[in-house]
């Protein structure tokens, strides 16, 4: 994958799909265990319905990237039920992708740089020759290098133009007070565990190691109005 754009990696991991012996595929990123935590959806071959049916509901309901969250690795959909307990809206789901004549495929979660994670499903197989275990693996494989190679720009774009929640903004103008994390967590009201992840989301998406780095980055992106402090001396 030496491609320079989202669109052309997107594109070259379709082409790699068909001669794999599948024709639909869908990407979500970030994913984490909590599907309310909104999610970028790319889809290619599936039914148009299907794709706006997910983004309304079907999403809430959708089994597979949480087990592909807990599973590790790829799995064919039809074994989902032996990697969670399915709920009965996950049933509902599954029974939804029959009524669009979807029915087995591959899953798989992707990691990118700053522990990203993303799920990829794969489905429509041209026969049960598509799952072999060679074909498999290849998809797998294609799937994770389109990933990285994503993350890899956006990234570039991200440093450029971070962008940040509001609890990250809450966080980074405490660090530039010069505030430490038991401190920030007594303010905020969250554990110090909690800030500690928020802390490792900043460094990560303005590219920097330390809190007195981050804080002068944060200030040169007027991210943050201009502070003195002893601890990070910025102004």
């Known amino acids: 994958m030496s491609a320079q754009d989202e669109a052309t ?6 082409e790699v799909l068909k001669e794999l012996g599948f024709g639909a595929a869908y990407y ?11 999610r970028q959806l790319y889809t290619f071959g ?3 319905e299907w794709g706006r049916q997910y983004g309304d509901k079907l999403g809430m309901m959708d089994p597979f990237p949480r087990a592909a969250l807990k599973h590790g690795g790829v799995f064919r959909w039809s074994q989902v039920g032996k990697i969670l307990r399915l709920q009965p809206r996950n049933l509902r789901y599954l029974k939804a ?4 004549g979807i029915y087995d495929g591959i899953g798989f979660p992707c990691y990118g740089p700053g522990a990203r994670r993303s799920f990829v499903g794969v489905g429509l197989p041209a026969s049960e020759k598509s799952f072999s275990p060679e074909g498999v693996l290849k998809v797998q494989v294609a799937g994770q290098l389109a ?3 994503q993350a890899q720009i956006n990234r570039l774009v991200d440093l450029a133009n971070p962008r940040l929640s509001q609890r990250e903004h809450d966080v980074l103008q405490l660090i530039a007070k010069g505030k430490s994390n038991s401190v920030i967590a007594q303010v905020l009201r969250i554990s110090s565990s909690t800030v500690g992840v928020y802390v490792a989301r900043l460094f990560e998406k303005l590219g920097v190691s330390d809190r007195t780095s981050a804080s002068v980055r944060a200030l040169s992106l007027g991210l943050i109005p201009g502070f003195v402090t002893p601890e990070t001396g910025v102004k």
């Open 46 to 48: 599936f039914p148009e």
């Open 147 to 149: 990933f990285q190679r």
């Open 28 to 38: 979500l990123s970030p994913v984490v265990s909590d599907p309310r935590v909104g």
């Open 97 to 100: 992708l029959e009524g669009f």
């Open 9 to 14: 990696i997107r594109y070259e991991f379709r």
